[in-house]
């Protein structure tokens, strides 16, 4: 079955980036679109931006244009969120999620297991 | 970006009960609404797509309706294992937004 496992959780200190990865299993990677979703702590869910693997293509959300890159490696069926200029709002769950819209309006089915990034010093 | 403005933010309701939830958009956004489940310290699972479609496995309790800017979720007899946060999302326009979350107790 489809599976979204994600790496481990983060502390930095405000300032540095963070790389987040999401290592899909179960499908074909090439037809997925990914999207990177975050949670700050008992807040609600917030999109962040999205790859769309095949076509190598990346868009995001204006909030996070220019601190955000989203990259995959369609070799290891692996996507990455690079988040840079931390500060401590971006304490948060961060969740991706696969759609098979291939850029067209679709669906989350599956999701990650999130990654709790902690940003302090 | 498209506002999301779902209601009520909590509801408490008895086992048996039937919860309705709703959901608003700032624009039309055709049949491009989700809604997902999400229990504590777990990702959101995805229950509806496309404002009425029951995503596959998931109990027939659950149901969506509506289109353009104003939807609804219900579940008809409400479970203990329904306990969680409801977000509903559109996907219509990027970026992709979600309402601000329904928390669900048991009265």
């Known amino acids: 079955q489809v599976q979204l496992v994600q790496s481990g959780a983060e502390v930095k200190k405000p300032g540095s980036s963070v790389k987040v990865s999401c290592k899909a299993s179960g499908g074909t990677f090439s037809s997925y679109t990914i999207s990177w979703v975050r949670q700050a702590p008992g807040q609600g869910l917030e999109w962040m931006g999205r790859?769309?693997?095949?076509?190598?293509?990346?868009n995001y959300a204006q909030k996070f244009q220019g601190r955000v890159t989203i990259t995959a490696d369609k070799s290891t069926s692996t996507a990455y969120m690079e988040l840079s200029s931390l500060r401590s709002e971006d304490t948060a769950v961060y969740y991706c999620?696969?759609?098979?819209?291939?850029?067209?309006?679709?669906?989350?089915?599956?999701w990650g297991q999130g990654t709790l990034v902690t940003v302090s010093s | 970006d498209i506002q999301m403005t779902q209601s009520p933010s909590s509801l408490s309701a008895s086992v048996g009960d039937r919860v309705t939830i709703t959901c608003q958009a700032s624009q039309d956004i055709s049949n491009y609404l989700n809604w997902y489940q999400q229990k504590p310290g777990k990702a959101p699972k995805l229950l509806i797509y496309d404002a009425s479609n029951l995503e596959t496995g998931v109990p027939s309790r659950f149901s969506g309706s509506g289109s353009g800017t104003d939807f609804t979720f219900t579940i008809s007899s409400l479970q203990p294992e329904d306990i969680a946060t409801y977000y509903c999302q559109q996907y219509d326009n990027l970026p992709d937004t979600f309402g601000q979350g329904t928390k669900l107790e048991i009265k």
């Open positions: 790859i769309i693997p095949i076509l190598g293509i990346a």
């Open positions: 999620a696969r759609d098979l819209g291939g850029g067209a309006p679709a669906p989350f089915d599956y």
